[in-house]
Nanobody, 122 residues
Framework: QVQLVESGGGLVQAGGSLRLSCTGSDFSSYAMGWFRQAPGKEREFVAAISWSGDSTYYRNSVKGRFTISRDNAKRILYLQMNSLKPEDTAVYYC?????????????????WGEGTLVTVSS
């Protein structure tokens, strides 16, 4: 059982930055990812990272603005979000998959966090 807890959400103006963190009881052998769900919309993939951190993947709309990283020794997953836009407003979820980043991208997730709210004002 992997327990995931997100933090770092909040209110920021458009163009600003936030860094989300996700701590886990033990996720060093899992591929990890971030998803988000905006009001009235379905949850969508944002970014994924391999268990080693060597490979990263992003949805097109966040490429060049968001960076996913992990520190397995500290058991922390990060999402650095820069140049935020109002359309980035959503609840952001941390996710873990035992089968690799491709399954994260496909939404086949073993464990979810409870989410942290990011609000970007215009």
């Amino acid at each position: 059982q992997v327990q995931l807890v997100e933090s770092g959400g909040g209110l920021v103006q458009a163009g600003g930055s936030l860094r989300l963190s996700c701590t886990g009881s033990d996720f060093s052998s899992y591929a990890m990812g971030w998803f988000r769900q905006a009001p009235g919309k379905e949850r969508e993939f944002v970014a994924a990272i391999s268990w080693s951190g060597d490979s990263t993947y992003y949805r097109n709309s966040v490429k060049g603005r968001f960076t996913i990283s992990r520190d397995n020794a500290k058991r922390i997953l990060y999402l650095q979000m820069n140049s935020l836009k109002p359309e980035d407003t959503a609840v952001y979820y941390c996710a873990a998959s035992s089968l690799g980043p491709s399954t994260v991208i496909a939404g086949s997730i073993d464990y979810w966090g409870e989410g942290t709210l990011v609000t970007v004002s215009s």
